[in-house]
């Protein structure tokens, strides 16, 4: 299993994207993209997503991979 963690802006873009396989290092990475959007980008729809996926291939291609 591979962990994805984007953070989104309003428009639906993908900002930044960090995937790895560890899922404690991936929960502390969704935590940090939460603590880093302001209230401003909350009120105006950015979001930090954490999702899952079976394959690298499925991973964006502009993300950062760790292994």
């Given at each position: ?10 428009e ?15 929960q502390?990475?969704h ?15 950015w979001?930090?997503?954490m ?9 964006p ?7």
């Amino acid at each position: 299993m591979i962990w994805v963690n984007e953070q989104i802006d309003p428009e639906g873009l993908v900002y930044a994207c960090i995937a790895c396989c560890d899922e404690a290092q991936a929960q502390a990475c969704h935590q940090n993209f939460q603590d880093n959007l302001t209230d401003a980008q909350r009120q105006e729809g950015w979001v930090a997503r954490m999702r899952t996926v079976d394959s690298w291939d499925e991973v964006p291609v502009a993300a950062l991979k760790l292994s």
